[in-house]
């Protein structure tokens, strides 16, 4: 079967990039599940979307990420890019009381002191720090400014679109909310492999 | 004339009470024992002239043990401590005592109580009843109630006599029953078990278990097995630094810190890159430093253990002696509210004379006595407070004093009063602030040298100012373990967690240093030792979360409540149901410690070398 012209189009459109034999397999698959009802081009779109969303783009080996975006101290990155979030993390507050709070294992009594509170600190604001990828590069992804789409309890392999233009220094995209979309889907085997605790346990 | 017989808690007590009541006036003469002397004068009580014999015990007259036999250690296996019958009898120390009190009490009409007004003060008081009454069973008791030994304070209670009260007196024999069976049979257990495990370590060591020992000990583990299990990190922040007017000035990042260098960096260059500073808020704002409440034992052990170093047990100890003189109230009480008819100017007004706070007590009259009062009332004490100036104590004595006498008039006068500054600036859209603070009123800080306030200058900024930093830095840092625990630390978690009361904390503290299961490091903090950790490790190994305060404070809990609805016709039938109810979940976990001892063993073994393997009758062998 040849890989279908308009739906590759159509995922462009939406700065999705697949490899012809993935979109090809895909297709096929849907067909067979579906016994070729799906006849309306949007369904077939649809569906072979759930599936993009639900793979590992580590796997797909589709990279549209510029390359100089990590060999340069600074670089604008313009345009969209649908990138895969392989694993987020606070770096706002230490990683060993995140780790305890995950693990279920946090004691207040390490709070119970007699000495009067020490001066007050500013309390801090989350910043999660995204590993992305487009399956090839690796870049990294700050919430510079607060990203309410964003929380601790995304999936490992969740699909989010970037949204230029960001700048971007030392291979660390600064992300404002308008830079961020978040598509969804998951990937089931970085699931299982990368829990919060691991992650944390990574920063550590 | 009628003879009464009074009876105080401790041969001092005794002596400032007779001093008080006789002008000076009474005549002494001896006992049986040596310690507790007899004073002897004429009073006006309950309407009539009466001749008073004063006279006293040394805290508990009875102790609570088992019957017969049952004391000595191989009598019985441990675990049927938990139903064997218990009594109280007069150990030989304090036979003088209850003889003299025999004797006295035949040539009395009445009897008045006067020992310490708190829980184990009652208790004490149905003690000397009962060895009264058994020579004279219809003599009439009469209790005084009193917070502090000054002549309005003797003369009010002598004037409120009231019946004393039987239900917190029996709410105090309920714990002791407890503690001794517990503390007994784990204490048997554990010792005849580990020393013949590990009899080279510990041959001959008792190693003694309490229901409230256990769980002080086990806040010291906890807290140092979460300092070892801290993982340090690092951290970075931006730091601004802007000198205007020979006044310099630093700028904290409003994000605090990052556990990221590539964020910060990030955010570092951007700042770097657009170095300018914009005013965006100048606050200023009245700032207040609170003077501090009303002293109660607990603060009263805490900030002589922090300000003072002067540790709980010897501040109790010294408190108790400045109390029985009477120039301070009662030193143990959880109030923290002073009362109405309190007359706190009589009590400033004292304390002008002195050399060093004279001036400032004067100052608190001018103004009146202001006391910024707590939350927590045992309807029983005022707050501690100083009653009779003096000028004439040494050393620690001393130091204890003048800190309850400057507590005192700083609780009575002002908070500290101050203007803040907060100015906030732009550096390439990141925020950062500075915060000045100028003093105008220092208060009670005058009298209060225990607490520090420092003034901070910066320069005068106005809203929507421009300028350049004289420096923009990335500073990286680490992250601390918390503290180990002072001893200031850990009553604050006993008393969070309800282990022991105002009135023994610095008994439990002090028995597990005994014990060897702590150390105190020369900087005050305590550090489990091998026997104390591998016991609480043995004993969590077990499931039962021996070293954890829940078992207990459960108990303090019940009886707290059932005390709260006394004078009900259930009190004695709940109370017998709370202490059968604790006595049969102690014994299960008794039972479930023995059958699972091996544990102790092997968590002691890590620390003390290798476990001898015994079956349990070679154990229990003589
Ligand atoms: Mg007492």
Redesign the interface.
Known sequence: MRVNESTKAWLRSKSIYVPDDWLEACIEWINNETQDKLQLPDQLNGAVYEQWLLSDLHELQSPCLPEQLISQR?YQLNGGYALQIDSLVD??????GQMLKVKGSE?E???????PPAPW?????R?L?LKLTDGVTEV?G?E?RQILCLNEKIKPGTKVLIKGSVLC????L?LKADNVQLLGGEVDTLVEELTPHSALQQ?? | MVRILNVAEKNDAAKSIAEVMSRGSARKREGFSKFNKIYEFDYNIMNQPSTMTMTSVSGHLLGLDFVGSYKKWYSCSPVALFDIDVEKHCPKDFQDIKRTLEREVRGCQSLIIWTDCDREGENIGFEVIQVCKAVKPNIPVYRARFSEITPQAIQRACRNLLPPDKNTSDAVDVRSELDLRIGAAFTRFQTLRLQKIFPEVLGDQLISYGSCQFPTLGFVVERYKQVQAFVPEPFWKIKVAHTYNDTSCEFSWKRYRLFDHFACLAIYEQCVENPTARVVDVRCKPKSKWRPQPLDTVELEKLASRKLRINAKETMKIAESLYTKGFISYPRTETNIFPKDLDLRGLVEQQTRDQNWGEFASRVLEQGPNPRNGKKTDQAHPPIHPTKYTDSLQGNDGRIYEFIVRHFLACCSQDAQGQETVIEIDVAEERFTAQGLMITARNYLEVYPYETWNAKTIPVYENGDVFTPNAIEMAAGETQPPPLLSEADLIALMEKHGIGTDATHAEHIETIKNRMYVGVRPDGRFVPGQLGMGLVEGYDAMGYEMSKPHLRAELEADLKRYLSHIYTLRWKLTLKVVLQEQIRKYKEVFIEACRQAIKIDQALSQYLGEAKNLTTEEILDQ
């Open positions: 600074k770096v706002s507050k230490p990683y060993y004691n009594n390490v709070k119970v002191t007699a000495e600190e500013p309390k801090p604001t910043m720090m990294q700050m510079y220094r030392n291979g660390v600064m920063a550590l």
